[in-house]
């Protein structure tokens, strides 16, 4: 698969936030798609391939998922747990991206299956700077497991 085929699901709620997250992509070259959910609720629907997202082939998963905390209708904590319960993403990288600075919020995260845990930098240039080693590392450098080993 080419780079500029692998997905970005970007889970964000805050206007601002999600601009920023934009600009921060494409000031670094990151061609990739970014598919923008704007609630947990949403997020699930694109990745089980439920309510506006019936059509959408469930086979093919975002390389990577960027997922706040701080969500209306389903919180971030309860996405997370559902992508780790469920065979088609429970291998899906997920990386936390909230301003949260709570302890709890981040051994929860870890404890639920989270990939890494990025706190939001207030500055633009330091938030640009860790979008593009989140490009480099996630959308380049790692290997996705595609399916689960059943012969143990």
Do not use: C
Not at 39 to 55: N, P, R, S, V
Not at 66 to 75: G, I, M, N, R, S
């Amino acid at each position: 698969m080419r780079n500029s085929e692998k997905k970005i699901l970007l889970v964000e709620d805050n206007p601002d936030d999600e601009l920023l997250t934009l600009l921060a992509i494409k000031d670094n070259n990151i061609v990739n798609e970014v598919i923008i959910a704007h609630d947990g609720e949403e997020a699930l629907d694109y990745l089980f391939g439920t309510g506006k997202y019936i059509d959408r082939d469930i086979n093919a998963m975002p390389q990577v998922v960027l997922l706040d905390l701080k969500l209306p209708k389903v919180d971030g904590l309860e996405v997370l747990q559902q992508i780790r319960s469920h065979p088609l993403t429970q291998l899906l990288p997920v990386v936390i991206l909230t301003s949260s600075k709570e302890e709890t919020d981040i051994i929860n995260s870890y404890q639920l299956g989270a990939n890494s845990y990025i706190r939001k930098p207030v500055d633009f240039e330091q938030f640009s700077e860790a979008i593009k080693q989140l490009g480099l590392y996630w959308l380049l450098l790692n290997e996705l497991a595609t399916k689960i080993n059943s012969s143990k």
